[in-house]
């Protein structure tokens, strides 16, 4: 049998189709349930409800607030914690831009801390040299669904007396030394957007066991209007970022498949680092023993003296293979994106970024080295539930001989 002339038995699952996602009979029911009641709000509802329910149970946690998108789910943590204007807060550069902008919006400056580039996660040691007199929240990114060393960077939340936002939009229900993550900083925040563990399409999910932070986490995704007060106000500023009972259907179904999805991620992946271990040139994603990383993605990195072509390269002959990979994950850091390199906000008027620190919003390379590091090494493998142990074995077979195709010979 020749690996060099295969090509995979059947096209790799996709998770912006049907391939790739596994909505059934359960998500139809729902979904009928709710158009034949009529009720599609979710202040009227059941379904909504019964989703924040059944996550706050199955994370063990006390609220679990449903909303529009990942994006809003953060932008809620943010606005819970009723910040000043030009506060600053830590975060990572290597993340959606969805998990940044609300900090813009809510008037706080984001201060981008270095990564580890074996992980492309913050760490306590990054964090604390990005923290300054004005810092008011950490938030940490636990990308691909590899936990940050969350110990450590409690350790320094708690010294500093800084709350932590978790973004967790890629790591449903990954755990660091046995709690999950999203319920070991104050905040945690989901996403149940197209190509997550579970889907509604767009949706997100808030979660938190302090009771205030609740409250206005809740009253955020509705336009702050107290419901089921006495006299019920519009208490702040606040949009609708209420979920539809037409998501909340689809998303109650796919909770019920979730530690099922996460469980078969977790083999196949472990199936496939078996392939790769000891491949020179390349490394597997960390496997660290106090942590439960929950595969959203399946990241490589590429030791540059063995494979000059680098992670484009690579991505370029995986593809011929039928394998579409993401080389660099995302080509460049936050703070390299127009919107902030440019500081394009409220119209011409550059704010919140009038109100920073020069020092703040200086984003030298010599800063960045894991940012860059990190970002020319590593190559992001699709993963998804639905891969067979046939497509594993594929991807390892084509990742093996690519490898060798294009390893320096010493
Ligand atoms: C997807 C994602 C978001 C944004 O979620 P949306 O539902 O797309 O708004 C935020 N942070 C991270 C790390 C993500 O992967």
Same mark, same amino acid.
């Given at each position: 049998?020749?690996?060099?002339?295969?090509?995979?038995?059947?096209?790799?699952?996709?998770?912006?189709?049907?391939?790739?996602?596994?909505?059934?009979? /359960?998500?139809?029911?729902?979904?009928?349930?709710?158009?034949?009641?009529?009720?599609?709000?979710?202040?009227?509802?059941?379904?909504?409800? !019964?989703?924040?329910?059944?996550?706050?149970?199955?994370?063990?946690?006390?609220?679990?607030?449903?909303?529009?998108?990942?994006?809003? !789910?953060?932008?809620?943590?943010? !606005?819970?914690?009723?910040?000043?204007?030009?506060?600053?807060?830590?975060?990572?550069?290597?993340?959606?831009?969805?998990?940044?902008?609300?900090?813009?919006?809510?008037?706080?400056?984001?201060?981008?801390?270095?990564?580890?580039?074996?992980?492309?996660?913050?760490?306590?040691?990054?964090?604390?040299?990005?923290?300054?007199?004005?810092? /008011?929240?950490?938030?940490?990114?636990?990308?691909?669904?590899?936990?940050?060393?969350?110990?450590?960077?409690?350790?320094?939340?708690?010294?500093?007396?800084?709350?932590?936002?978790?973004?967790?939009?890629?790591?449903?229900?990954?755990?660091? /030394?046995?709690?999950?993550?999203?319920?070991?900083?104050?905040?945690?925040?989901?996403?149940?957007?197209?190509?997550?563990?579970?889907?509604?399409?767009?949706?997100?999910?808030?979660?938190?066991?302090?009771?205030?932070?609740?409250?206005?986490?809740?009253?955020?995704?509705?336009?702050?209007?107290?419901?089921?007060?006495?006299?019920?106000?519009?208490?702040?500023?606040?949009?609708?970022?209420?979920?539809?009972?037409?998501?909340?259907?689809?998303?109650?179904?796919?909770?019920?498949?979730?530690?099922?999805?996460?469980?078969?991620?977790?083999?196949? !992946?472990?199936?496939?680092?078996?392939?790769?271990?000891?491949?020179?040139?390349?490394?597997?994603?960390?496997?660290?023993?106090?942590?439960?990383?929950?595969?959203?993605?399946?990241?490589?990195?590429?030791?540059?003296?063995?494979?000059?072509?680098?992670?484009?390269?690579?991505?370029?002959?995986?593809?011929?293979?039928?394998?579409?990979?993401?080389?660099?994950?995302?080509?460049?850091?936050?703070?390299?994106?127009?919107?902030?390199?440019?500081?394009?906000?409220?119209?011409?008027? /550059?704010?919140?970024?009038?109100?920073?620190?020069?020092?703040?919003?200086?984003?030298?390379?010599?800063?960045?080295?894991?940012?860059?590091?990190?970002?020319?090494?590593?190559?992001?493998?699709?993963?998804?539930?639905?891969?067979?142990?046939?497509?594993?074995?594929?991807?390892?077979?084509?990742?093996?001989?690519?490898?060798?195709?294009?390893?320096?010979?010493?």
């Amino acid at each position: 049998m020749n690996i060099d002339t295969l090509l995979p038995q059947r096209p790799l699952p996709n998770d912006q189709d049907a391939t790739g996602r596994n909505f059934g009979e /359960r998500e139809i029911a729902y979904l009928s349930e709710a158009l034949k009641s009529g009720t599609l709000t979710s202040t009227k509802g059941r379904f909504v409800h !019964a989703l924040e329910r059944t996550f706050a149970e199955m994370l063990g946690v006390k609220y679990a607030y449903a909303c529009s998108s990942g994006s809003a !789910a953060v932008h809620c943590a943010i !606005a819970a914690l009723d910040l000043e204007p030009g506060d600053e807060i830590v975060t990572s550069p290597i993340t959606d831009m969805g998990a940044i902008a609300p900090i813009l919006y809510q008037g706080a400056i984001p201060v981008f801390a270095d990564v580890d580039p074996k992980t492309l996660n913050v760490t306590a040691e990054t964090i604390e040299a990005a923290l300054s007199e004005r810092t /008011r929240a950490i938030i940490v990114t636990h990308l691909f669904g590899v936990p940050c060393e969350m110990h450590a960077i409690e350790h320094l939340a708690k010294e500093k007396n800084l709350p932590i936002i978790e973004d967790c939009a890629q790591a449903f229900l990954a755990t660091h /030394r046995d709690r999950y993550v999203g319920t070991i900083g104050s905040i945690g925040a989901f996403s149940l957007q197209q190509g997550k563990h579970i889907t509604t399409g767009e949706g997100g999910i808030v979660v938190t066991n302090d009771e205030a932070l609740a409250r206005r986490i809740f009253l955020f995704i509705n336009k702050a209007w107290g419901y089921g007060d006495a006299q019920p106000d519009h208490y702040f500023l606040a949009p609708n970022y209420r979920m539809s009972e037409l998501q909340g259907a689809v998303g109650l179904a796919q909770l019920e498949k979730l530690e099922r999805a996460v469980e078969r991620r977790v083999l196949l !992946a472990s199936i496939l680092t078996k392939w790769l271990e000891g491949v020179p040139g390349i490394a597997v994603p960390p496997q660290p023993l106090d942590s439960r990383p929950v595969y959203w993605r399946y990241a490589i990195r590429l030791d540059p003296s063995l494979i000059p072509d680098g992670p484009h390269g690579f991505a370029a002959k995986l593809k011929d293979r039928s394998i579409l990979t993401a080389p660099r994950y995302i080509q460049k850091p936050a703070f390299e994106c127009e919107v902030i390199r440019e500081q394009r906000t409220f119209g011409k008027s /550059r704010w919140p970024f009038t109100l920073a620190r020069p020092e703040a919003l200086r984003y030298d390379r010599e800063r960045y080295r894991g940012v860059y590091l990190g970002l020319d090494g590593v190559l992001v493998i699709p993963w998804n539930d639905r891969l067979s142990i046939g497509d594993v074995e594929y991807i390892a077979r084509s990742i093996i001989a690519t490898a060798r195709d294009l390893r320096r010979i010493a």
